[in-house]
């Protein structure tokens, strides 16, 4: 046998043992769940032993590759908020007391992997009433409101107690939106203000109900007066893909100032979305966005050489990012760029943009 033939007959083995162990590129995909081995909770006192300040939830899980994110939901909605890995592989969400009301409480781990497989366990949370010199009987009060009928809407409620806020809940057509409403965290929102994000596109056309739930440390609740909103999928301009650059940005037509979206990123590999219109003469341009992510995403208004415009965006509300450029004398095409960032954006997020022109 001559070298060139050994040398095929060798790579040819070669080959036939890379199939055999999976080695030619592509593997089975991963579809086992991981398995959360123990779900615990621990509430936190004063170092002087007083009332408790703290309840920390913590959980381990395992998977035969890797658990990469580890939620932790109470009675059924998530808790928002960070969950942080510990040294020793366990996962910790740590609570302030007054965040939960006194009652027994069912607390669930759901661990994850990167191919979107979950597990999950659950424990007992009891939150003992708050000390109080005299019980609390009184409920809260509560009010909502809802801004948004296309893409993306904002619910929001005030809500105040005689002691404490705990927890608010908002319900969409009695069924529960699956996490406790964050309280309003800028200047400009109003006081006492707790919001939630809902996607739209999963609800049908037509009038919806918003109530809203608030409960106080010591258990009491009260409902809002129900709200009513319609939604309505034809109202703004849906993104088409693709729309990645100049040429292919999605045409705004005069008149149009709802835009729907929808982001799909990964470290180091951002999306980008681009739409045109015409800014006349002596215009001013403003776009607010809504995300679930607006952190971890950038609106920012361009020329038609690709030149920014307007890129200093700034969050005027609680997950409400805005940027605005005045025209000159002259009408020209601006690009509305919406982009994710390369470092902490994940996975997929829809957005809502908002024009407004004066």
Same mark, same amino acid.
């Given at each position: 046998?001559?070298?060139?033939?050994?040398?095929?007959?060798?790579?040819?083995?070669?080959?036939?043992?890379?199939?055999?162990?999976?080695?030619?590129?592509?593997?089975?995909?991963?579809?086992?769940?991981?398995?959360?081995?123990?779900?615990?909770?621990?509430?936190?006192?004063?170092?002087?032993?007083?009332?408790?300040?703290?309840?920390? =939830?913590? !959980?381990? &899980?395992? #998977?035969? @590759?890797? +658990?990469?994110? $580890?939620? %932790?939901?109470? /009675? *059924?909605?998530?808790?928002?908020?960070?969950?942080?890995?510990?040294?020793?592989?366990?996962?910790?969400?740590?609570?302030?007391?007054?965040?939960?009301?006194?009652?027994?409480?069912?607390?669930?781990?759901?661990?994850?992997?990167?191919?979107?497989?979950?597990?999950?366990?659950?424990?007992?949370?009891?939150?003992?009433?708050?000390?109080?010199?005299?019980?609390?009987?009184?409920?809260?009060?509560?009010?909502?409101?809802?801004?948004?009928?296309?893409?993306?809407?904002? =619910?929001? !409620?005030? &809500?105040? #107690?005689? @002691?404490? +806020?705990?927890? $608010?809940? %908002?319900?969409? /057509? *009695?069924?529960?939106?699956?996490?406790?409403?964050?309280?309003?965290?800028?200047?400009?929102?109003?006081?006492?203000?707790?919001?939630?994000?809902?996607?739209?596109?999963?609800?049908?056309?037509?009038?919806?109900?918003?109530?809203?739930?608030?409960?106080?440390?010591?258990?009491?609740?009260?409902?809002?007066?129900?709200?009513?909103?319609?939604?309505?999928?034809?109202?703004?301009?849906?993104?088409?893909?693709?729309?990645?650059?100049?040429?292919?940005?999605?045409?705004?037509?005069?008149?149009?100032?709802?835009?729907?979206?929808?982001?799909?990123?990964?470290?180091?590999?951002? /999306?980008?979305?681009?739409?045109?219109?015409?800014?006349?003469?002596?215009?001013?341009?403003?776009?607010?966005?809504?995300?679930?992510?607006?952190?971890?995403?950038?609106?920012?208004?361009?020329?038609?050489?690709?030149?920014?415009?307007?890129?200093?965006?700034?969050?005027?509300?609680?997950?409400?990012?805005?940027?605005?450029?005045?025209?000159?004398?002259?009408?020209?095409?601006?690009?509305?760029?919406?982009?994710?960032?390369?470092?902490?954006?994940?996975?997929?997020?829809?957005?809502?943009?908002?024009?407004?022109?004066?």
């Amino acid at each position: 046998m001559n070298i060139a033939n050994r040398c095929r007959l060798a790579l040819s083995c070669v080959t036939l043992l890379l199939s055999a162990c999976g080695g030619d590129g592509s593997s089975p995909p991963d579809t086992s769940a991981p398995l959360v081995l123990s779900t615990s909770v621990s509430l936190q006192s004063a170092p002087t032993g007083g009332p408790l300040v703290g309840v920390d =939830l913590q !959980a381990s &899980a395992s #998977d035969n @590759v890797k +658990v990469t994110s $580890v939620r %932790f939901l109470i /009675d *059924g909605n998530d808790v928002n908020g960070d969950t942080q890995q510990n040294n020793d592989g366990t996962w910790l969400h740590e609570m302030n007391a007054f965040q939960v009301p006194a009652g027994t409480h069912t607390v669930t781990a759901i661990a994850y992997d990167a191919a979107g497989n979950s597990g999950e366990g659950t424990t007992t949370l009891v939150m003992p009433a708050p000390a109080l010199a005299t019980p609390d009987t009184t409920p809260p009060v509560v009010t909502a409101a809802v801004d948004g009928s296309f893409g993306l809407a904002k =619910l929001t !409620a005030i &809500a105040t #107690d005689d @002691v404490q +806020v705990a927890t $608010v809940l %908002f319900f969409v /057509d *009695g069924q529960a939106t699956g996490a406790w409403g964050r309280e309003s965290y800028m200047g400009s929102d109003p006081r006492n203000q707790y919001f939630t994000v809902i996607d739209t596109t999963r609800l049908s056309n037509g009038p919806h109900q918003v109530v809203v739930r608030a409960t106080d440390t010591s258990g009491n609740h009260a409902d809002s007066t129900p709200v009513t909103f319609t939604v309505d999928s034809t109202a703004g301009l849906a993104e088409t893909e693709p729309n990645g650059t100049m040429a292919t940005a999605n045409f705004v037509a005069a008149g149009q100032t709802l835009i729907t979206g929808t982001l799909t990123g990964a470290a180091g590999k951002p /999306d980008v979305d681009l739409y045109k219109l015409s800014l006349p003469a002596n215009k001013t341009l403003r776009v607010d966005m809504l995300s679930f992510q607006e952190q971890d995403m950038q609106v920012q208004l361009l020329d038609a050489s690709g030149k920014v415009l307007a890129g200093d965006e700034l969050m005027t509300a609680s997950e409400v990012n805005t940027v605005s450029y005045a025209n000159g004398s002259t009408a020209q095409d601006v690009y509305v760029s919406v982009t994710s960032l390369s470092v902490g954006f994940d996975g997929s997020d829809r957005y809502r943009l908002a024009l407004g022109f004066q």
